[in-house]
Antibody, heavy 115, light 106 residues
Framework: EVDLVESGGGTVQPGGSLRLSCAASGFDFSVYWMNWVRQAPTKGLQWVGYIKGDGSETFYEDSLKDRFTISRDNAKKSVYLHIDNVRPEDTAVYYC????????WGRGTLVAVSS | SYALTQPPSVSVSPGETAAITCTGNRLREVSLCWFQQRPGQSPLLIIYQLNRRPPGIPARFSGSISGNTATLTISGAAALDDGDYYCQTWDGRTALFGGGTKLTVL
């Protein structure tokens, strides 16, 4: 069964950095694009970016590209999201999501930016 | 910038048909998806490539497009269909989500 489990969320101070992880299982991980999508409290979905299956290409939502970095380790079946210089508006649940059709979603990890 | 526009809310009586619209100037049928998000849960893909359903999604969910507007139709709405619905497409290498529509079945 396909499963995606995010981790690494928590409370972080403005200006800090953090790395979120997503562990995948139940499918051929290295074949699939992986996305990160976030959802601020009571708000809609915002795509953060994607990484291709072999890690050869990443692309980001334009307003986030300077502070967000997606990477992956296919041997560990994991994808990562690094956020630099976090801001209060980065407070959200962060989901890792499989494929260009967003066909499988993790349960999400909550990031709260607060001093 | 390019945006997908959805109505904030739609209400429907149990057993009736609900229609949720998604408007955008450059909708691409090949990449149009719909997601359901029940309270407290992760989003769930219910329609992809405009009108295809993943395994396990009931046939009462269907998708269509006319001009610049895509429509998610839910036939025979039930209480378990309550939740938020999002459309999504790709604009080049950028993924776009609509603002979401809260469906209330009452």
């Amino acid at each position: 069964e396909v499963d995606l489990v995010e981790s690494g969320g928590g409370t972080v101070q403005p200006g800090g950095s953090l790395r979120l992880s997503c562990a995948a299982s139940g499918f051929d991980f290295s074949v699939y694009w992986m996305n990160w999508v976030r959802q601020a409290p009571t708000k809609g979905l915002q795509w953060v970016g994607y990484i291709k299956g072999d890690g050869s290409e990443t692309f980001y939502e334009d307003s986030l590209k300077d502070r967000f970095t997606i990477s992956r380790d296919n041997a560990k079946k994991s994808v990562y999201l690094h956020i630099d210089n976090v801001r209060p508006e980065d407070t959200a649940v962060y989901y890792c999501v499989r494929h260009a059709t967003f066909d499988k979603w993790g349960r999400g990890t909550l990031v709260a930016v607060s001093s | 910038s390019y945006a997908l526009t959805q109505p904030p809310s739609v209400s429907v009586s149990p057993g009736e048909t609900a229609a949720i619209t998604c408007t955008g100037n450059r909708l691409r049928e090949v990449s149009l998806c719909w997601f359901q998000q029940r309270p407290g849960q992760s989003p769930l893909l219910i329609i992809y490539q405009l009108n295809r359903r993943p395994p396990g999604i009931p046939a009462r969910f269907s998708g269509s497009i006319s001009g610049n507007t895509a429509t998610l139709t839910i036939s025979g709405a039930a209480a378990l269909d309550d939740g938020d619905y999002y459309c999504q497409t790709w604009d080049g290498r950028t993924a776009l989500f609509g603002g979401g529509t809260k469906l209330t079945v009452l």
